[in-house]
Nanobody
Framework: QVHLVESGGGLVQPGGSLRLSCVAS????????MGWYRQAPGKQRELVAT???????NYANSVKGRFTISRDNARKTVYLQMNSLKPEDTAVYHC??????????????????WGQGTLVTVSS
């Protein structure tokens, strides 16, 4: 089985910073796009940022200039550096990845995998 495990969430004051990490594990052949999504209380899950295997990035307008997504392919890890945090950034942040696994005897399968999420609370 393939898993994504997030870490780095917590309570931070407005204007502060946090760095989220997400590590993939399991029978992974390769990882394509990775990303971060968030879900605030009473709201739908929304895209925060995505990054391709080659490092091309995409951001939600609400986080441009404040958040930076990056990845380490060798460590199967994606990061989200969050600066100048605002109360409206409060949400559960979920990691997402498109993962290719080996399907015996000689095939492959694409999976969309989600992590359990890590809570980010921005409050004074």
């Amino acid at each position: 089985q393939v898993h994504l495990v997030e870490s780095g969430g917590g309570l931070v004051q407005p204007g502060g910073s946090l760095r989220l990490s997400c590590v993939a594990s399991g029978g992974i052949f390769s990882i394509n796009d990775m990303g971060w999504y968030r879900q605030a209380p009473g709201k739908q899950r929304e895209l925060v940022a995505t990054i391709t295997r080659d490092g091309n990035t995409n951001y939600a307008n609400s986080v441009k200039g404040r958040f930076t997504i990056s990845r380490d392919n060798a460590r199967k890890t994606v990061y989200l550096q969050m600066n100048s945090l605002k109360p409206e950034d409060t949400a559960v942040y979920h990691c997402n990845a498109e993962i290719v696994v080996v399907l015996p005897p000689s095939g492959f399968q694409d999976l969309e995998v989600w992590g359990q999420g890590t809570l980010v609370t921005v409050s004074s």
